[in-house]
């Protein structure tokens, strides 16, 4: 099937990724934001669509280290999954650490360099830069974050916070996907 220049193998049933984990990371969060609506819209519930936002991010984005979320449980409290990577914190609350400052102002956080940021919580001794994405209802409860790590310095920039804020927007814009409702 081809999405805008760029196909979407389906295999039993089940889409298979068609970019090149090696293409810029303009072109590869392109073809996420186009595929995200098909891809996420089966999901039943949040934790399915969870689960495979993170397959998506870790296909199409191998030199992240880290991918997942921290998830809403009780008031002031995130905890951990569905993610991808080394062991995580299990439990973090809204007043420490970067996912804790970006589920608390519900902003997206960029962290250049996690050993100079305040209130870092060291979860792997391998990260050096990390985004934090707020993940919201379209009536902006806040239901968990998006955590991404990487073993890079200043790996992140504001192009990867606007893509990585996207399927939010469009979801808020455009209505809901399932799994996110």
């Known amino acids: 099937m081809n999405r805008g220049g760029m196909n979407l193998i389906i295999a039993m049933a089940e889409p298979m990724i068609d970019v090149s984990p090696l293409a810029p990371r303009a072109e590869r969060y392109d073809y996420i934001l186009r595929i995200a609506p098909e891809v996420l819209a ?30 809403v449980t009780t008031p002031e409290n995130l905890v ?24 608390r102002t519900k902003t997206t956080v960029v962290v250049p360099d996690v050993n100079a940021h305040p209130g870092h919580i060291a979860c792997d001794a391998a990260a050096k830069s990390e985004i934090v994405v707020p993940v919201m209802t379209p009536d902006g409860a806040l239901v968990g974050v998006l955590d991404v790590d990487s073993d890079i310095l200043d790996d992140f920039t504001a192009a990867d916070a606007t893509n990585l804020e996207a399927p939010g927007a469009a979801r808020r814009r455009f209505g809901p996907i399932s799994g996110f409702q």
Request: charged share 15%; aromatic share 14%; proline share 9%.
């Open 80 to 103: 951990i999954g569905p993610y991808r990577g080394t062991l995580g914190c299990v439990e973090i609350p809204f007043s420490r650490g970067v996912c804790g400052e970006a589920a």
């Open 42 to 71: 089966p999901c039943p519930d949040l934790v399915a669509a969870m689960a495979t936002a993170v397959s998506l991010l870790d296909q199409c984005f191998p030199e992240f280290f880290w991918i997942g979320f921290y998830r």
